[in-house]
C-alpha cells in the first residue's frame, strides 16, 4: 500500500479547475517531484496535501489515514516555501524548535534535537543569529531544519530554490537530496525548473493545466516522453514536420532528403512530428545512421557544447556539438551534413 | 551636494524647525511668568496640585486605556483576517475605517445622543458608550497602524508555515503574528491615547469627565494655567513616541512603523 496517496483529487476555483483528476500513489522514502509552467496546478496539488486547500473532489490518504479534511496543523507535515517563512522575531534555533515547543516536548530534548538539526543542515554555530543575519541558501537550510524537526510524515517543498541565485541553487539542490537520501523521509518538491526535477527525483509527475501528463522516473520521462508537452518541457527539442514516404518501414522525409525511424508511423498517414534532441543530433556522417544536409543558420559557443542552428528543409533544428579541440566549428551560411540514429526520432500525431 | 544646494536645505531644515517648535517655546515661556517679575513653574504646580486636574487626567487616562483594548481586541484580528482571508475586502473596509475622518465630530455625538437616548439601547450616559465611541474615532489610526505593520510581513506564509509546525490560530497570532508587528500596535495604541487625551466634544456631550473640556473650562479661567497643560500635553505625546522607539527597539526584522501624531 502507498504511504501518501492522492486519489481523483480535483480543485475548482469558481468553474476554473486548478486540478483535475490528479491520482498519485508514493512510496515511503520516496521524492516525487511536480513538474510544470506556472499555472499547472502543481502548487495547488501540494497545498491540498499540506491541508492549506481542501480537494473540490477525491481523497488524500497518509500512512492508511485519510486526510481529506484534516487541518494542516494535524498532519504532521513538513513545509518549506519559496520565501523561507522563517520566523524574523526568533532566532535560528528558535525557529528550528518552533514546532517540538509547540507538542509541548521537554526543553532538553527541543535543545538536543535543535542541535541535531544545525548539524544536518551544516550550519552548528549560527544557532543563536536572527534570519535576517542569514544569507537566503542559510535562511532555506534553516526551513528545511524546521520542517524536519517535528519528524513529519511527509515533508513538502514549494518552489524552495526559486528565489536564490544559481550557484547557491545548484549546490542546494545537492543538499536537499543529500538530507533526504539521509533522513529517509517522503518528500514532494514543486518545481518550474526540469533539471531540478531530474536531478532529485526518484520520479517525476509532469503536469500541465491542471493535469498529470506523465509520471515516471527523470530516466524514462527525458527520453520516452508519452506527450509533445512532456517532450517539449523536458528540454530542448527538435520538431520535424515530415512526409511519410512508407509508415510500414518507418521511412520519411524532409523535402528530398529521406531517413528511417525506428519508432511506429501511424498506417496511412500523410505527415508526421518528428521529435529528435538536439544532443542525437551529430556533426559529419556516422555509419548506419541517418544523415541529413542543412544550412547553417547560426553558431554559438556555450563553453562545454556549441549550439549550432540549422535549416533542414522548413525546419530550423537545434544541434549541441561537444566541445571538442578537434571540433571544427562551421560558418554561418555553409552546408552541414548531420547524422542520428533512427531510434533518436520519436513520432508524434 | 553643491554648496547653494546645502545651503538651501539648511534654510528650508531650520525655518521647518522654527515653524514647530516657536510656538511651543512662546508657550512654554509664557507659562513660566505664571509669578510676577520672575521665572517659576507656579502654573506647573498649580496644575499639578490640583484635584480637578488628577481627576480628569486620570478620566481620560482611563478611557484611553479601556479605547485601547477595545481597539486593539477588534481591529488586529479583524486586519489579520481580512489580510489573510478576505484581501478583497480590504479596500471597502479601509474606506469604512476612514469615514471617522469625514464625519465631524459634533454631527457624530449628536447621532449617539439621539440613537442611544431612547429605548431599546438607552445608555447615552454610561461610560461603555463613551468608550464605544472613542473606539470609533480611532479606527482610522489603530486600524492603519496595525494594517501597516501586516503589510510589512508576509502573513499568509508565515501563518501557514506555523500551521504546518502544528500551530493553531492561538499560538499563530500570540507567537508568531502579534511579535512581528508589535511596534505598529504600539504606534496604534499610543495614537489612540494622544487622540483620547485630547478629545473634547465626546466627552462634554456625553457628560463624562476628561482632559480636554477640562483644559478648555480651564482656558476660560486663568491664564498661565492652560499654557503649562498644553506643554504638559505635548510631554505626554512626545513620552508616548519615545516609548515606541524605545520598546520598538532591537526588534529583529521588524519595520519600524512611523507614528505621527
Sequence with gaps: ?349 | MRRGGRIWAWFWMVLGILYFFLPLFATFWFSLHAKKGVLSFLAYENILRSRAFVYNFSASALWAVLTIVVGVLIFVPTAYVIRLRVPQFRAPVEFITLLPFVTPAIVYVFALVRTFSRPPLLIVDTPELLIAAYTILCMPYMYSAVDTGLRAIDVRTLTEAAQSLGGGWGIILFRVILPNIRVAILSGMFLSFAIVMGEMILAQYLVKPAFAPYMAYLMQQKAYEPAALAVISFALTWASMGIIQFVGRGVPGQAQVAAGH
Design chain 1, 1 to 349: 500500500m502507498a504511504f501518501l496517496s492522492i486519489q481523483h483529487a480535483s480543485k475548482t476555483y469558481a468553474r476554473n479547475a486548478a486540478v483535475e483528476d490528479f491520482n498519485l500513489d508514493v512510496d515511503k522514502g520516496e521524492l516525487v517531484s511536480f513538474l510544470g509552467p506556472s499555472g499547472c496546478g502543481k502548487t495547488t496539488t501540494l497545498r491540498m496535501v499540506a491541508g492549506f486547500e481542501i480537494p473540490t473532489v477525491g481523497k488524500i490518504e497518509l500512512n492508511g489515514v485519510d486526510i481529506t479534511n484534516t487541518p494542516p496543523n494535524r498532519r504532521n507535515v513538513g513545509m518549506v516555501f519559496q520565501a523561507y517563512a522563517l520566523f524574523p522575531n526568533m532566532s535560528v534555533g528558535d525557529n528550528i524548535g518552533f514546532g517540538l515547543k509547540i507538542a509541548k516536548k521537554p526543553k532538553q530534548e527541543i535543545a538536543e534535537r535543535v542541535r541535531e538539526m544545525l548539524g544536518l543542515i551544516k550550519m552548528p554555530d549560527l544557532g543563536n543569529r536572527f534570519p535576517y543575519q542569514l544569507s537566503g541558501g542559510q535562511q532555506q537550510r534553516v526551513a528545511l531544519a524546521r520542517a524536519l524537526a517535528i519528524s513529519p510524515q511527509v515533508l513538502l517543498l514549494d518552489e524552495p530554490l526559486s528565489a536564490l541565485d544559481a550557484k547557491i541553487r545548484v549546490e542546494l539542490r545537492y543538499e536537499i537530496r543529500r538530507i533526504q537520501q539521509q533522513t529517509r523521509i517522503t518528500t514532494i518538491y514543486v518545481t518550474h525548473d526540469q533539471e531540478e526535477a531530474l536531478t532529485l527525483s526518484d520520479r517525476v509527475v509532469v503536469m500541465s493545466a491542471g493535469k498529470i501528463e506523465q509520471i515516471g522516473s527523470p530516466f524514462d520521462v527525458y527520453n520516452f516522453p508519452k506527450t509533445p508537452f512532456v517532450a517539449s518541457f523536458m528540454g530542448t527539442l527538435n520538431q520535424l514536420r515530415s512526409r511519410v514516404v512508407d509508415a510500414g518501414s518507418g521511412k520519411l522525409a524532409l523535402g528530398t532528403q529521406e531517413f528511417r525511424t525506428s519508432a511506429p508511423v501511424k498506417a496511412g498517414a500523410t505527415d508526421a512530428l518528428v521529435m529528435l534532441r538536439p544532443e542525437e543530433l551529430h556533426i559529419g556522417v556516422q555509419e548506419g545512421e541517418n544523415h541529413l544536409i542543412g544550412r547553417v543558420e547560426s553558431v554559438a559557443f556555450l563553453g562545454s557544447v556549441v549550439r549550432i542552428h540549422l535549416k533542414l528543409g522548413e525546419s530550423v533544428v537545434t544541434l549541441d556539438a561537444l566541445n571538442e579541440r578537434k571540433l571544427v566549428l562551421p560558418k554561418v551560411g555553409d552546408d552541414l551534413t548531420v547524422s542520428f540514429p533512427p531510434h533518436a526520432c520519436w513520432v508524434m500525431g
